[in-house]
C-alpha cells in the first residue's frame, strides 16, 4: 500500500487503505502523519477525517481530537441536533 501512495498519483482510496493498515498495526502517528502530508485529500474525505480523529484518540490527545472535530465539521455541518430530528 506504501509504494502505492508513493509511485502511484495518491488518490483517496489509495491513502486511506495505507491510512487504515497503519491504524490496524496501531501506527497512530504515522496515520496523522500520512493524512497531514496529504491534507488536500483529507479535506474532502469523512473516511480519512474519521481515521484523524481516531488516531488522535488512540494518542490520549483529547484536545486536538476536539479541535479537528469543530474545524472538520462546524456546527452548521455536524449531525443535525436532535430534539429538531422527532
Not at 3 to 26: H, M, S
Not at 73 to 85: I, L, T, V
Request: net charge negative; glycine share 4%; with cysteine.
Amino acid at each position: 500500500a506504501d509504494q502505492l501512495v508513493t509511485l502511484k498519483g495518491a488518490g483517496p482510496d489509495e491513502i486511506y487503505t495505507l491510512a487504515e493498515c497503519y491504524f490496524k498495526n496501531r501506527e497512530y502517528r504515522r496515520v496523522l502523519h500520512l493524512l497531514k502530508k496529504h491534507s488536500e485529500t483529507t479535506e474532502g474525505n469523512d473516511r480519512l477525517k474519521l481515521l484523524v480523529v481516531q488516531s488522535l484518540m488512540e494518542c490520549r490527545d483529547w484536545e486536538e481530537a476536539l479541535r479537528y472535530l469543530e474545524s472538520a465539521w462546524p456546527e452548521d455541518q455536524g449531525a443535525s441536533d436532535p430534539k429538531s430530528a422527532a
